[in-house]
């Protein structure tokens, strides 16, 4: 039982309750040497184990270390006991904006800051393979600043997840959110039915009800297949059209969200005064027409930079359970010789990254013994000190233009190769990283 005042780790201080989901426990902590805010969710191993969700937390802690940015919610850190794995992560103080649209509808503009910062986060999570697929007011969390925070991505599937028709297959989501076709349980399209949920979400700001609901349930799921709503009198005609765009039970004729940042609704200026006061806070986006008009993603990711020199800490869920024995959480999550393994992820696309490690093993004397299907092998020349050393990369696309790729050693000595790793292979591959996962880990090893 995690009691209040409790120290854990010797590191956070537990608070109160914040919430609770089927499988965890949410505590509000502070960080006791920095003094920061966190966000705890407490998960009960055994109950994990036992009902198979060990896949579930694997996906949960690679995609929110996959996705960082200012509106989804930041994992800072992974620890674990016997009995608990516990989630630090950054503290949404101003709760569920579900909480807020349970009192009432929220003004256009406030619906449309909120939305739109959605967007902004769903458009950048879809562009790195990642879709939420369980989007709803519950799962929308609010910061001090009042600024968004997409939560819980417990339900999310990362590309690999798809079957070989490139469609997602799990039927997930809760009722009332969900696109046609999830419920229809056909293949579906994450990134669509992501833009589906939106699209219920902004009924619901807008609203202050659901768009589809009936006490029975065939009833209920009738009316969602033939999108069968009907906007409330005070809705404008930009934001019923932009509905109506949205809200199209037919996935391939559904709006993108390209074409929702080009909407006449998404673009309106709206004077950021008028938000400022409807919300209360000093520090919501600029809203001005430029940045409404398309540049929103380059907006996110300069708040993002300065977000990242603000982060106190950057550690991530393997490195610190793969480096501290006593949290030992190697075999729930990641095979032992995956420790072995360097990752990064690259913005470029899979040809690039292919001949700038032909180049690096041309320049470190090393043979291309086997290439194909994303798969390489590079062997040294001379026997090293237990045998010759052999280094296997893989390259997982993500997205065309984002690809993470794994290098680990298959043979030879572990010294040699993390000093290859270090001195040769990470300064020549510097230019077409994005980032590098592991690097605590990394550094620990060769200190
Ligand atoms: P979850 O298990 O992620 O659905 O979380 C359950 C509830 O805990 C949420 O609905 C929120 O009310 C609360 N909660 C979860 N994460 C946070 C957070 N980072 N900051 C504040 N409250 C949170």
């Known amino acids: 039982m995690e009691s209040k005042g409790a120290v854990l780790m010797n590191r956070y201080e537990l608070g109160r309750l914040l919430g609770q989901g089927t499988f965890a426990k949410v505590y509000y902590a502070r960080n006791l040497k920095t003094g920061q805010s966190v966000a705890i969710k407490v998960i009960d191993k055994e109950k994990v184990v036992k009902v198979g969700l060990k896949d579930q937390i694997k996906r949960e802690i690679s995609v929110m270390k996959l996705v960082r940015h200012p509106n989804v919610l930041q994992l800072y850190e992974v620890m674990a006991t016997k009995r608990k794995i516990y989630f630090v992560m950054e503290y949404a103080k101003g709760g569920e904006l579900f909480k807020k649209v349970a009192k009432g509808k929220l003004k256009e503009e406030v619906a449309w800051k909120y939305f739109r910062q959605l967007i902004d986060a769903v458009d950048f999570c879809h562009s790195r393979g990642v879709y939420h697929r369980d989007l709803k007011p519950e799962n929308l969390l609010l910061d001090e600043n009042d600024n968004l925070k997409v939560s819980d991505f417990g339900l999310s599937a990362i590309a690999e997840c798809k079957h070989q028709d490139g469609l997602l297959h799990t039927t997930c989501g809760t009722p009332?959110?969900?696109?046609?076709?999830?419920?229809?349980?056909?293949?579906?399209?994450?990134?669509?039915?992501?833009?589906?949920?939106?699209?219920?979400?902004?009924?619901?700001?807008?609203?202050?009800?659901?768009?589809?609901?009936?006490s029975n349930l065939i009833e209920l799921y009738r009316k969602i297949s033939k999108a069968e709503f009907k906007c409330p009198n005070w809705f404008s005609p930009d934001v019923?059209?932009?509905?109506?765009?949205?809200?199209?039970?037919?996935?391939n004729t559904r709006i993108s969200i390209a074409k929702i940042k080009e909407s006449?609704?998404?673009?309106?200026?709206?004077?950021?005064?008028?938000?400022?006061?409807?919300?209360?806070?000093?520090?919501?986006?600029?809203?001005?027409?430029?940045?409404?008009?398309?540049?929103?993603?380059?907006?996110?990711?300069?708040?993002?930079?300065?977000?990242?020199?603000?982060?106190?800490?950057?550690?991530n869920a393997f490195d610190i359970i793969s480096i501290s024995a006593g949290f030992d959480l190697s075999g729930l999550f990641e095979e032992p010789c995956q420790k072995k393994k360097a990752k990064f992820t690259s913005r470029k696309p899979a040809a690039v990254i292919i001949s700038r490690l032909e180049e690096i093993a041309k320049l470190l004397r090393l043979k291309v013994m086997k290439t194909g299907a994303g798969f390489m092998k590079f062997e040294g020349l001379k026997e090293g000190k237990k045998g010759i050393l052999s280094i296997d990369a893989e390259i997982f696309e993500v997205t065309p233009s984002f690809h993470l790729v794994e290098v680990k050693k298959s043979n030879g000595d572990t010294l040699e190769y993390q000093k290859l790793l270090k001195e040769d292979i990470r300064p020549a591959l510097q230019d077409i990283v994005w980032t590098w996962q592991g690097e605590e880990q990394q550094q620990q090893q060769l200190s």
């Open 264 to 315: 006449s609704w998404f673009r309106r200026g709206l004077k950021s005064k008028q938000i400022k006061s409807e919300t209360g806070s000093k520090d919501v986006a600029p809203l001005d027409t430029d940045t409404a008009s398309g540049s929103c993603k380059s907006n996110g990711m300069a708040t993002e930079a300065k977000q990242e020199l603000a982060k106190p800490t950057n550690l």
């Open 240 to 251: 019923r059209r932009l509905l109506q765009k949205i809200l199209d039970p037919n996935p």
């Open 176 to 214: 009332t959110y969900v696109a046609p076709e999830v419920i229809n349980k056909k293949g579906y399209d994450g990134a669509k039915a992501d833009i589906w949920s939106c699209g219920v979400v902004l009924f619901v700001l807008l609203a202050g009800y659901l768009p589809f609901h009936d």
